[in-house]
């Protein structure tokens, strides 16, 4: 009888150590991506079933769980397929400002995008990616100032 308990026991132990386990070392999600813009525009909202993305400094979200913000004919939908960081920044929906220019925002727009970018973004919608831009200055060399360790849910080994 107490030998019983005994497997029982450890029956139970290693099922419980081997949930554990799996836990610790899940299985890397999909790798993030660099985007060009040509590639970024592709996930506007305009086509159902395709999922939703939207830019915000050089990272590029996944919104699609906010299909009803930003998917076809929804209020922010002009805010997506693009990086869209200077609008965030203003609150704004001016096409003017669907650019990932900062040039001449005020300490409090800056401030603005910031709160939004950690409090909103990042904890609501998942990281699939970097734009181009971010990553690469505008003649193709890399950008120094980049640096994928500093980034979330970057993991170089997904990359090779």
Do not use: W
Request: hydrophobic share 35%; proline share 5%.
């Amino acid at each position: 009888m107490a030998t019983e308990r005994i497997c029982v026991l450890l029956i139970v132990f290693c099922a419980t150590l081997a949930e554990d386990i799996k836990l610790k070392h899940k299985q890397a999600t999909k790798p993030v991506r660099l985007f060009t813009e040509e590639d970024l525009k592709r996930y506007d909202g305009s086509e159902e079933g395709q999922p939703i993305y939207m830019a915000i400094k050089g990272v590029v979200f996944d919104v699609t769980k906010g299909k009803e913000f930003y998917g076809k004919d929804a209020p922010y939908n002009v805010l997506v397929g693009k990086d869209s960081t200077r609008a965030v920044a203003k609150m704004s929906l001016d096409p003017a400002d669907l650019t990932s220019d900062t040039t001449g925002l005020t300490e409090e727009e800056l401030q603005s995008l910031d709160d939004v970018f950690e409090g909103t973004y990042k904890t609501k919608y998942p990281i699939v990616g970097y734009t181009a831009s971010r990553i690469l200055n505008e003649d193709g060399s890399p950008n120094e100032d980049f640096k994928p360790e500093d980034q979330p849910h970057f993991q170089i080994k997904d990359e090779f």
